[in-house]
């Protein structure tokens, strides 16, 4: 039996001719640690960034809620998702439903735009199903650039703006 976080992976489109096996299992209720509670629905409606093919986040480089703004705007003009790293939602920027990594979901877009993420690796493993990874960050030595096909070392509320401003423009 096997597992995987719901897109981690692009969903399986081949054929298979694998077979399944019955396995007759026995469990009394005395032998059980745990006891049902309830079942709980998700709210229907609510993002889901597992399915997003484009995701531009913001992280601790930002600033503050004020500044993520500017992310914002960007996602708005390539009309992609808006995630988060986990300080980001932590701090209460985002609710966390924004956000990525081993804590939050994992992702598999198309484009993933990181706007001020170190990288740490709670962040990366949720984003290395990604088909194509742009990281801007003054930092020079941040380890988001590891796992980045295309690193900008800049002020990302300088770089960030003048993308917007691009998209918008090629857009109109």
């Not at 920027?93 to 081993?102: T, V």
Request: charged residues 20%.
């Amino acid at each position: 039996m096997a597992t995987i976080d719901k897109g981690a992976a692009p969903a399986f489109e081949g054929t298979t001719t694998g077979t399944v096996r019955n396995v007759d299992a026995s469990v009394q209720e005395h032998d059980l640690r745990s006891r049902f509670i309830e079942i709980r629905k998700g709210v229907s409606g609510g993002l889901d960034l597992t399915q997003a093919s484009v995701i531009v986040s913001g992280g601790r480089g930002v600033g503050d809620a004020e500044k993520l703004d500017v992310v914002r705007e960007l996602a708005d003009a390539l009309g992609a998702q808006l995630g988060a790293s986990r300080a980001v939602t932590d701090a209460g920027w985002l609710p966390h439903e924004h956000q990525i990594g081993s804590s939050g979901v994992t992702v598999s877009p198309k484009l993933y735009i990181a706007c001020g993420i170190s990288g740490a690796i709670q962040h990366t493993v949720g984003i290395k199903g990604s088909g194509y990874i742009v990281a801007i960050n003054k930092d020079a030595d941040a380890p988001i650039f590891s796992v980045a096909d295309v690193g900008v070392v800049a002020d990302l509320f300088e770089i960030v703006p003048a993308l917007t401003k691009a998209v918008n423009e090629t857009n109109g």
